[in-house]
Nanobody, 116 residues
Framework: QVQLVESGGGLVQAGGSLRLSCAAT?????????MGWYRQAPGKQRELVTT???????NYADSVKGRFTISKDNFNNTVYLQMNSLKPEDTAVYYC?????????WGQGIQVSVSS
C-alpha cells in the first residue's frame, strides 16, 4: 500500500512561485512508476499536470510547459513540483499520483490559489 503525503500549497499572487512536495511512504520508491501531479479546478475534471518515471523521463501538460518543473529525490522518496510564473488559471486542488504495478494511488489533495 502506497501512502502519499503532500505539502506546500497556498495562496500566491499571479507571477509568483510555489513548490509542492509529495512524500511516498510504506513503499520502495523504485517500485513506483510513474509518479506525478494532477489538478482539479472547481467545476472541471481532474487533469494531468506532469509525471516523472523512475528513469527520470518527464511529461508535462501543454498549459504548464516552461513554467512547472517536476523532480524527485530518491533518497527521501519525495517528488517535487516547482511552479513558477503562476497564473490565476492554475488555481486548483493538486493531487499527487503514483502507480505501483497496476494500482493507482492518490494523495489527499492540496489547494493552490493564484490571485490576479
Amino acid at each position: 500500500q502506497v501512502q502519499l503525503v503532500e505539502s506546500g500549497g497556498g495562496l500566491v499572487q499571479a507571477g509568483g512561485s510555489l513548490r509542492l512536495s509529495c512524500a511516498a511512504t510504506s513503499v520502495r520508491f523504485f517500485s513506483i512508476n510513474p509518479m506525478g501531479w494532477y489538478r482539479q479546478a472547481p467545476g472541471k475534471q481532474r487533469e494531468l499536470v506532469t509525471t516523472i518515471t523512475t528513469g527520470g523521463v518527464t511529461n508535462y501538460a501543454d498549459s504548464v510547459k516552461g513554467r512547472f518543473t517536476i523532480s524527485k529525490d530518491n533518497f527521501n522518496n519525495t517528488v517535487y513540483l516547482q511552479m513558477n510564473s503562476l497564473k490565476p488559471e492554475d488555481t486548483a486542488v493538486y493531487y499527487c499520483y503514483a502507480r505501483q504495478r497496476v494500482s493507482d494511488y492518490w494523495g489527499q489533495g492540496i489547494q493552490v490559489s493564484v490571485s490576479s
